[in-house]
């Protein structure tokens, strides 16, 4: 162990510990096996769940609903990987940040459309309830 200025300890060169399923059974035993097959069945059933219960309705932002309704399965999905081979934890966490920003960007893009765009929300503002701030900004 190498200790650097902050007094954290760290592997000494070339001494990282490969960390993967394997290792992972070692140190668990027969338990992760049963874990991996509770979380592969809850994310089958998950999707199944947001799959039955999509809008099946000829709206015009659909696409926009079904991403929303089907984001958290995504984000969930995009989380096995860490359990198989836990260095891939930056890599997928980014690529949550990816969903969570898409989803918050459709979001946006979905209220504003039901509400008769951005004139109109400007409008309404204007002359249905007057005020000096602008929509979405706290007082």
């Known amino acids: 162990m190498i200790l650097d200025a902050c007094n954290n300890t760290g592997p000494v060169e070339g001494g990282f510990l490969h960390l993967g399923p ?11 096996i049963v874990l991996y ?16 219960f999509r809008s099946i ?4 932002s659909l696409n926009h609903i ?4 089907l984001s958290p399965m995504l984000h969930i999905t995009l989380t096995l990987p860490v359990l198989i081979s836990p260095p891939t934890a930056p890599l997928v966490s ?19 459309t039901l509400l008769g765009g951005v004139d109109n929300i ?15 900004t706290p007082p």
Do not use: E, R
Request: aromatic content about 12%.
């Open 37 to 52: 097959g509770v979380i592969v069945i809850l994310t089958i059933f998950l999707w199944l769940y947001a799959l039955y």
């Open 57 to 60: 309705t000829s709206n015009i």
């Open 22 to 32: 394997s290792t992972l059974y070692h140190l668990f035993g027969p338990t992760i």
């Open 94 to 112: 980014l690529l949550q940040d990816i969903v969570c920003v898409l989803s918050m960007l459709v979001f946006t893009h979905l209220t504003t």
């Open 122 to 136: 400007t409008k309404l503002a204007n002359t249905t309830h007057p005020t000096t701030c602008p929509i979405g």
């Open 66 to 69: 079904t991403f929303l309704q």
